[in-house]
């Protein structure tokens, strides 16, 4: 359509404009303002495959690097800790940040001590990685509920959800996939 094609153009030469910023060198992240409330954000981007639908950064998973990721991910906050910020909360996305639980959990107290502000935790997961065999308290999923994770929007709402491993999530995939499709929608996020 014609009409579709103009407002294509017209928002594209918009944003080219509205996000046009000029380079900065720094040797450092600046110092925090005076301002409360700051949100965290931990970006996780790894996936067991990658969906056509999602423009997050993302890549395929493999282990040695999303754990090399995640080790780079704590430095970096152990970083921003010696800057003086703090933040009210941590919201962990993705990819999939629930590809590796241990250190998902990890991340998660690390955060925690480092920034004793957080009183809110939000990670996102994938339908894959929650199911009923999974539905009990693993270490990772206790040190994530301390942190006070909400309830995922998959339908698993009465419990936040862990496995031991990716293996384990795929294995439980169908079950939760069946067991999802007898259990009553949620209607909170």
Same mark, same amino acid.
């Given at each position: 359509?014609? @009409?579709?094609?103009?407002?294509?153009?017209?928002?594209?030469v918009?944003?080219?404009? *509205?996000?046009?910023?000029?380079?900065?060198?720094?040797?450092?992240?600046?110092a925090?303002?005076?301002?409360?409330?700051? $949100?965290?954000y =931990?970006?996780?981007? &790894?996936? #067991?495959?990658?969906?056509? *639908?999602?423009?997050?950064?993302? &890549?395929? *998973?493999?282990?040695?690097?999303?754990? =090399?990721?995640f080790?780079?991910?704590?430095?970096?906050?152990?970083m $921003?800790?010696?800057?003086?910020?703090?933040f009210?909360?941590? *919201?962990v996305?993705?990819?999939?940040?629930?590809?590796?639980?241990?250190?998902?959990? #990890?991340?998660?107290?690390?955060?925690?001590?480092?920034?004793?502000?957080?009183?809110?935790v %939000?990670?996102?997961? %994938?339908?894959?990685?929650?199911?009923?065999?999974?539905?009990?308290?693993?270490?990772?999923?206790?040190?994530?509920?301390? !942190?006070?994770?909400? !309830?995922?929007?998959?339908?698993?709402?009465?419990?936040?959800?862990?496995? =031991?491993?990716?293996?384990?999530a795929?294995?439980?995939?169908?079950?939760?996939?069946?067991?999802? =499709?007898? @259990?009553?929608?949620?209607?909170?996020?």
């Open positions: 359509m014609l @009409s579709e094609r103009i407002i294509s153009n017209v928002l594209g918009l944003n080219r404009r *509205y996000l046009a910023t000029d380079p900065v060198d720094l040797d450092r992240l600046p925090p303002p005076d301002s409360p409330g700051f $949100v965290l =931990a970006h996780v981007p &790894f996936c #067991e495959r990658l969906c056509t *639908y999602c423009s997050f950064n993302r &890549f395929i *998973y493999k282990e040695d690097r999303a754990r =090399a990721y080790s780079s991910l704590r430095d970096e906050m152990r $921003v800790r010696t800057l003086g910020y703090d009210a909360s941590l *919201y996305g993705g990819g999939t940040p629930t590809i590796l639980l241990d250190e998902l959990a #990890e991340t998660i107290d690390l955060a925690r001590e480092l920034f004793p502000g957080i009183l809110e %939000s990670a996102e997961t %994938s339908p894959n990685h929650l199911g009923p065999s999974s539905l009990t308290f693993s270490t990772a999923a206790s040190s994530a509920c301390r !942190a006070g994770c909400k !309830a995922s929007t998959t339908g698993c709402c009465g419990r936040w959800t862990a496995s =031991a491993s990716t293996a384990q795929r294995r439980s995939s169908s079950e939760s996939r069946r067991w999802r =499709a007898s @259990s009553p929608p949620s209607t909170s996020t």
